[in-house]
């Protein structure tokens, strides 16, 4: 649920926004009180995708079907809105299966190859700094479990393509028993041809989960620290360094980048506010705004900052320091918990946990977990129940007020860790709430309202690049809403048009969102390409409200890599769905001033 829950709190920012402003449309990034104000990205990162004569993208990788593998230059001339559109039924399947199975759009990531260049999300003043050259060397551990091959694969390169040769000692990939047949001789076949000898697979004989999964990774590695990421990644310029620094000067930090967003939609990289870890009473991971007496100091906001919390995938430790520490808790099956319980172990045993603002690594956010747990066990909940047990004391039972049929649950054997917490002399967790977690406040009369979440209002609508009638050309017919306007969820279909009805008025902003009489946004629901388009609320987070008007006049929508197309011309009803880009004219528009 991490990443869910991530998703679930951005969205609820957004929303949070959205109802707090007069605006119906416009946040675009959350910035945090007392931070530089975000900078957005330069729009146009990615250069044009190159197509040849019948319009197909020529540095389309067809890596999971043997073809050749492209060359890093091809691979960056592939990033446009347009990357994901759909030219045949097998792109429709690679995209539906590649959903299915990985809960992101597989035509786009395999497009994308392995190599690409990805925007430096940094403050400007990181690439002033400089670090000794005497740095800890890396053992970089990934586990995987089903996980697509471009994806992996990329995030492998990512690392050989932008980590100094000498600070990195290996990359352990464990490979956590997955079934998908092109990880297994596939994957020994790329590696024997295209990858050095630093690069190593380790295969688990039976499903361990991503906790025992890294513990089997951490025990080959042999360099000074280790780098943990998910198999989704891509790492940004100069991300390694900023955060060995830290630990160099002391083995007991262990640090975190900032998790950039990589869009599951359309793989677009984008940058992260910078924020903080927390956590729930229902020991769910969240993310706070930073305190501003945790920012600043000499370095300004550059410098690392204290979290109470990491999100689980990315960071970095002492390899010495994780083995004396108690590595994970190999009681933990599958996924969940065990970032909260190595957080909580880390400040209470002596060691501290900082985000490093210089240091960016990108993942890929998913809405869902694609994969389950052998037994469909709910892992998150005994791995809660275990760390619960060990780490919180009496405050245990805050979690037991919200989850009560968990109090007399079964959670294994913990005698080790409580005996590991005794060995260490770790310190209590209400020492930890008190000094570590402030904020963090208990149910009850006497609570203080939770510091509100400072919301900037001051961003920019999108500017709006046309004004005027969606014109269907063949029939000249407009595309209108069915209801209202106003109405959400509601379908929009084609009428006559009427020229004094500025209710069939379309906005098209640099965000190549299409808005109907300065209201609602038409939408397509991510997963189902079936579904026709909708009126929805504006998010301003691209992939499903983002529309391109291309050649012969086509509408493509981005997130689902397919054509706006009216069904039937001869049917008074007018009806539109989206459809395989064509040519043809029943999908063609105009946008009419
Ligand atoms: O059985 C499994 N075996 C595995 O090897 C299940 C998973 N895995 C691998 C998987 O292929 C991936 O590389 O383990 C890694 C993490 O699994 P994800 O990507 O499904 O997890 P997530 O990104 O949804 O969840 C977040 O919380 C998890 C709690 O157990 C882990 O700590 C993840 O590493 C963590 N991810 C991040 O922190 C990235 C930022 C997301 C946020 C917030
Ligand atoms: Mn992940």
Redesign the pocket.
Known sequence: Y??LF?SVTWTLLLFIYFNFSEETQGVRHVPIKGLEPYKPLPKKIYPRLSRDSAGQPIASHQGLNGNQLETKAEANADLSPELGMIFNEQDQDVRDVGYQKHAFNLLISNRLGYHRDVPDTRDSKCSKKTYPADLPHASIV??????AFSALLRTVHSVLDRTPAQLLHEIIL?D?NSELDDLKKDLDNYMQENLSEKVKLVRNKQ?????R?RMVGASRATGDVLVFL???CEVNEMWLQPLLAPIRENPKTVVCPV?DIISSDTLIYSSSPVVRGGFNWGLH?KWDPVPLSELGGPEGYTAPFRSPTM????FVMDREYFNTLGHYDSGMD??????LEISFRIWMCGGSLLIVPCSRVG?I??KR?P?G?PGGHDTMAYNSLRLAHVWMDEYKDQYFALRPELRNKDYGDISERLALRKRLKCKSFKWYLDNIYPEMQLPGPNAKPQPPVFINKGQKRPKILQRGRLINMPTNKCLVAQGHPSQKGGLVVTKECDFNDSEQVWSYNEEHELILSNLLCLDMSEIRSSDPPRLMKCHGSGGSQQWVFGKTNRLYQVSVGQCLKLVDPLSHKGYVSMAICDGSSSQQWHLEN
Not at 207 to 211: H, V
Not at 334 to 339: A, C, D, K, L, R
Request: one cysteine or more; glycine letters at 18%.
């Open positions: 991490g990443c991530t990934i586990c995987f479990y089903n996980e464990v956590d499903r361990e989960g991503l906790i999964g998910d198999s989704h998790i991971f999100a689980g995938g990315l599958i996924w969940g918990g065990e970032n993942h956010f998913r977990r994969y747990s």
